[in-house]
């Protein structure tokens, strides 16, 4: 196992993982960005990928997901997952009780956004380029985690999560803290012009999300749903992001990108204690 990079909010351990700014400020929380690191899987999913949908094996799978839920302080059979599909749908949990603990981590069935106002819940979202937007309300006690790709970006997910946490949990979108994490960055998401100029239907990219470098364009991700996120109501200073591109830190972290679709799956997870 080659060592991480020395990233900024790097927690040492046998299973290191980041932690973001404002986020990690808030008692009571749990959170983490895993790396590619700590692992029992085999390239070319080396070697915590805690995905079961890129071909590694579900032994390894098991394990390393059981692995980062313990770095966390909870037991497999506390977390919930998602089937993400590049949507909208948010799903709020409420038990995770009853499944079996070798299915180490229940799973919503296409959503791309989980929100709990339960202690003892660690919500996980897996990863390889697209942006986890964290989300914590220290008044209502509730958290939220969303998978923002392009699609994700497009159909509002950020902004449906904080919307979602209104509408079941009373949250106030001004007391929200924000945390986004590693993903693909403005330096190296290249999309097409197509992409650039017409990504959907009523939704066109912001200019400060929008790059165009010798006539190659490129989108700012975490630009994008940040302005989401403050649009929905949460505060500027409150969103916070960690500036950490996956496609520029493969030694650290799966970049579906830059490893031409061959590789694993990091996790991003938050949960009350």
């Known amino acids: 196992m080659s060592e991480p990079s020395g990233l900024a909010g790097l927690v040492a351990g046998d299973v290191p993982y980041l932690t973001l700014p404002g986020l990690d400020a808030q008692p009571g929380v749990v959170h983490a960005v895993f790396t590619r690191h700590g692992g029992v899987s085999r390239a070319p999913f080396s070697s915590l990928n805690t995905s079961r949908a890129v ?6 799978v098991a394990e390393n997901r059981r692995r980062t839920a313990a770095a966390l302080g909870f037991s497999p059979d ?57 989300l914590y309300d220290p008044v209502r006690r509730a958290v939220g985690i969303a ?33 986004i994490g590693p993903s693909i960055g403005p330096c190296c998401y290249a999309v097409s012009r197509d992409l650039a100029e017409a990504p959907g239907p009523g939704y066109r990219w912001p200019a400060s999300a929008l790059q165009v470098r010798d006539g190659v364009h490129f989108v700012d991700l975490w630009q994008a749903n940040r302005l989401q996120l403050m649009e929905a109501g949460v505060p ?36 009350l204690r």
């Not at 071909?55 to 390894?60: F, L, Q, T, V, Y």
């Not at 950020?158 to 509408?167: E, F, L, P, S, Y």
Request: glycine share 12%; hydrophobic share 40%.
């Open 147 to 179: 998978h923002a790709g392009w699609r994700g970006t497009v159909a509002g997910i950020a902004a449906a999560t904080v919307q979602a946490m209104a509408d079941t949990f009373g949250t106030r979108p001004a007391d929200l803290v924000a945390g």
């Open 78 to 134: 506390k977390c919930q997952s998602a089937d993400q599909v590049h949507g909208s749908r948010v799903v709020a949990v409420t038990d995770v009780t009853g499944k079996a603990p070798e299915a180490a981590c229940s799973r919503v069935p296409e959503a791309d956004a989980l929100i709990t106002d339960r202690p003892g819940v660690l919500l996980c979202l897996r990863l390889a380029d697209c942006v986890p937007v964290l």
């Open 55 to 60: 071909g590694d094996s579900p032994a390894h």
């Open 236 to 271: 500027e200073e409150s969103v916070k992001g960690c500036g950490v591109c996956t496609s520029c830190n493969t030694g650290d972290f799966y970049s579906h990108r830059a490893e031409h679709g061959r590789t694993g799956r990091f996790t991003a997870a938050i949960g």
